[in-house]
C-alpha cells in the first residue's frame, strides 16, 4: 500500500539583486520530482551532492515550503493542509537530520531533547515523559542514565542515536533519513544502519533514505531511485539497479563503488567536467554535458521517465525499453562486471 505519493515535487529559490531585492533568476534544486513509497519500505535516494536530494525531502515534509507539486499522505494532500491538521500529520512524518551536532540543542538535556515533542503534541505529562524518554533511549542502544545529560557529552555515534529516538518519540509511520549515516564512522555506520532496519521490522515504519554512498543504499533500501539535478534518472528495485543499471549516470555511480575483492578489477567510468549549476540547467538531457553518450537529440529532448518493466523507469533516450538495455548506435552496451 502506497503510504507517501509525490506528483512533479518542485522547489526554485529565487536570486535576489540590487537595493529592491529584485529577482534575476531561479535555483532550481527539484525540478519535477515524483515518487512512492510503501508502507513499511525504504526508498533510497541517491545522487551527487547537490542534485536536490535534501531538499526534496525537507519540501516534501513541508518543513520548506514548496514551488509546486503535490505530496499525498495515505490519499490526503499534505500540501493543502491548515494550520491544525498539519500539526497533527507532523507526529506522522518525521525526520532524522544529517548532523549529529547542530541538529541538537546543546543547551537542552536528553529528556528535554527527545521529550520536547511529547509535551507539545500533549501525549504525556512531564511526569510521564521521563519514563518514555528512558525506554526510547534504551531502544536505541543508549542507557537509560543518559537522561540528564547534555549533547557534548556524547559522541557522534551516540549523538545521532538520540536523534533517532527524537523522530520515534511519536511513533510515526514514516521517516525521512537525511543523510543519517554520512557523518559517522564506518563501524559506527553499520551499528546505527541495523539500529533502522530492526527499528522498521518492530513498527512497520517507512523511510526515504538520502545518502550518496551506494553501497550503504544497497545495504537498507527495498527500491533505490537515483536523482540527478533536480529530476530523477532512474529507479528500480534495489536488486534490480544494481543487477541492471540502464541510465548512463547510474552506471558512472556504481562503477565508482569500491570492490571488496583485492584481486577483482572494475571498469571505471570517470564523469568529466563539473555538474552544471541549477541556475541554469543544460537544455534537452541535463545529464547530456557529462555523459559519454551522448547524441545530438540528448541536448535538444528532454527524456521522458519510462516503464522498462515491472518497477524498473529510466529517463534516457538510449535506453531500448524491449531490450531492457543500453543501445548506442545499434550496439547493446554490456553491464559493467565487478
Known sequence: MTLVEVKNLVKHFPIRKGLLSRVVGQVKAV????????????????????????????????????????????????????????????????????????SLNPRMTVEDIIGEALIIHGLATRKERRGIVQDLLERCGLSASYIGRYPHEFSGGQRQRVGIARALALKPKFIVCDEAVSALDVSIQAQVLNLLMDIQQEFGI?????????????????????????????????????????HPYTRALLSAV?????????????????????????????????????????????????K?????????????????????DGRVLPVLQS
Not at 536536490?52 to 499534505?78: C, H
Not at 538520502?210 to 529530476?231: F, K, P
Not at 541535463?286 to 537529440?297: G, S, V, Y
Not at 529517463?315 to 548506442?328: P, Y
Request: aromatic share 6%.
Open 206 to 246: 517507512a523511510y526515504l533514505f538520502i545518502a550518496h554512498d551506494l553501497s550503504v543504499v544497497e545495504h537498507i533500501s527495498h527500491r533505490v531511485a537515483v536523482m540527478y539535478l533536480g529530476r530523477i534518472a532512474e529507479t528500480a528495485t534495489s536488486k534490480e539497479l544494481y543487477a541492471n543499471p540502464l
Open 308 to 328: 522498462v518493466e515491472g518497477e524498473h523507469w529510466v529517463s534516457c533516450h538510449l535506453v531500448d525499453i524491449e531490450k531492457k538495455a543500453l543501445v548506442k
Open 258 to 306: 569500491p570492490v571488496p575483492n583485492p584481486k577483482a578489477r572494475r571498469e571505471r567510468i570517470i564523469l568529466e567536467g563539473d555538474v552544471p549549476s541549477p541556475i541554469n540547467p543544460p537544455s534537452g538531457c541535463t545529464f547530456h554535458t557529462r555523459c559519454w553518450l551522448a547524441e545530438d537529440r540528448c541536448k535538444t529532448e528532454v527524456p521522458t521517465l519510462r
Open 31 to 102: 525540478d519535477g520530482v515524483s515518487f512512492k513509497v510503501n508502507a513499511g519500505e525504504t526508498l533510497g535516494l541517491v545522487g551527487e551532492s547537490g542534485c536536490g536530494k535534501t531538499t526534496a525531502g525537507r519540501t516534501l515534509l513541508r518543513l520548506i515550503p514548496p514551488t509546486a507539486g503535490e505530496v499525498f499522505y495515505e490519499g490526503k494532500d499534505v500540501m493543502k493542509m491548515g494550520g491544525a491538521e498539519m500539526r497533527a500529520m507532523r507526529r506522522k512524518m518525521q525526520i532524522i537530520f544529517q548532523d549529529p551536532y547542530s
